[in-house]
């Protein structure tokens, strides 16, 4: 930790055992006393902050500056219980944008580009985010929100948008849909920033090819702040983070130990400066890694490396860890088949049976890539599985985050 960001976390931790009603309950029941953090290592010894503690603290029981502060809300998905509530301060807005604005920079968007945002508007952060991020820079917003490919191309084509803000599924589908039609020559897309889902390189790659554009990967999650808390840079080797504004640490997520540096395990973040909604050590269940040394672009920002899956989808199947992020990468290596793949784990005759089902091009043999895939699972994941290769364009595409892993096995 830089001497600059512990005098911040020293602030913060006064700040919200004053100011926070979640944290100064947490850390009064824990004997837990700011002014006791004097190093580093005292730091590692605070608790961490999870997921379900902030749905504990539904509606507003996170916001730590009084109400005449607070201009906004988000929200995250509540696909799993109740949802977290974020409150923002105008302060809280303006950083947020300002860490929107290096994003764009980084991936080199000037104030002539036009930029076509596609993720949703409203309670979920993405969309406004990049709006105001592309309106910090000078570019102009597209806002279109999700949905309506018709209408997504159209526009495209007409107001002549020359960078494209997707998840990832999104884009891909925007890009068959380009590729299908013939229209590429009519698309003026320079460059993509896609995120909030874990995609591997293979997806990248068909992207990049069906719409002509370089790629950026884009990080970030609604508890702290929302996209843009990381990006890759022209290097793509990584995404720099904004160390003055938040501190990053990964952790062993079974044992909540600290890993070093190149160690893949859990992001842990603490919002050095955030004020409506401050973090300690939020974990983020997404798992990656600090990548060390310095990026050949010169930044000065340190980087992770790409989400390589969530801690809670990892599948326990036959007492071996599996995380989606794995078979990504394994897939790359055979020819033929798309990026598109789901999981299928069901319990039979007493035992655990997983089914791999990809997509393949028409000029593919069948049966050649299955057994192909399976000798490869068992060589370097080492389970035996099942392969199945469906003709390409048969597996569900969606304009949200697609779901891979359909676990049938009854707990
Ligand atoms: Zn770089």
Redesign the pocket.
């Known amino acids: 930790m830089r001497e600059v960001q512990f005098s911040l976390l020293t602030k913060l931790l006064k700040n919200v055992a004053q100011n926070s009603p979640f944290y100064r309950q947490k850390f009064s029941s824990l004997g837990i006393c700011p002014e006791d953090i004097r190093s580093e290592s005292d730091f590692e010894k605070l608790p961490f902050t999870t997921k379900e503690e902030l749905r504990d603290a539904y509606p507003l029981g996170l916001q730590a500056v009084p109400d005449e502060k607070v201009v906004r809300i988000h929200s995250s998905s509540g696909t799993t219980g109740k949802p977290v509530i974020i409150p923002y301060t105008a302060g809280d807005v303006e950083i947020w944008a300002e860490m929107m604005c290096r994003c764009f920079k980084m991936a080199g968007v000037t104030p002539l580009d036009r930029v076509q945002i596609t993720p949703g508007y409203g309670l979920w952060t993405a969309g406004i985010g990049f709006q105001a991020g592309v309106e910090k820079l000078g570019a102009m917003a597209v806002p279109m929100g999700p949905g309506n490919t018709d209408k997504q191309i159209q526009m495209m084509i007409d107001l002549k948008s020359t960078v494209l803000v997707a998840t990832s599924s999104y884009a891909l589908l925007l890009a068959e849909e380009v590729q299908k039609r013939g229209i590429l020559s009519q698309i003026h897309l320079k460059k993509g920033i896609f995120g909030s889902e874990r995609w591997g390189e293979k997806m990248r790659k068909r992207i990049q090819d069906g719409l002509g554009i370089e790629v950026f990967d884009i990080y970030g999650l609604t508890e702290i702040y929302g996209p843009g808390i990381a990006l890759?840079?022209?290097?793509h080797?990584?995404m720099?983070y904004w160390d003055d504004v938040l501190y990053f640490e990964i952790i062993d997520p079974c044992t909540g130990k600290r890993l070093s540096d190149g160690e893949y395990g859990e992001l842990v973040i603490t919002t050095l400066v955030k004020e409506g909604a401050p973090l300690i050590r939020y974990r983020t269940r997404d798992l990656t890694r600090i990548i060390p040394g310095n990026?050949?672009?010169?930044?000065p920002f340190p980087?992770i490396d790409r989400i390589v899956g969530r801690t809670d989808d990892m599948i326990k199947i036959k007492g071996v860890n599996i995380y989606p992020g794995q078979v990504d990468e394994l897939l790359t290596e055979i020819n033929g088949i798309s990026s598109e793949y789901n999981i299928i784990i069901d319990h039979v005759e007493g035992r655990d049976r997983m089914t791999l089902r990809v997509e393949r091009e028409d000029r593919v043999d069948c049966s050649l890539v299955e057994s192909l895939i399976v000798e490869l699972f068992k060589k370097r994941i080492g389970i035996q599985i099942r392969a199945e290769a469906v003709p390409i364009g048969t597996l569900p595409r969606s304009e949200k985050k697609t779901r891979r892993v359909f676990d049938y096995r009854e707990v």
């Open positions: 890759d840079c022209h290097c080797s990584g720099h990026c050949s672009c010169g930044s980087r």
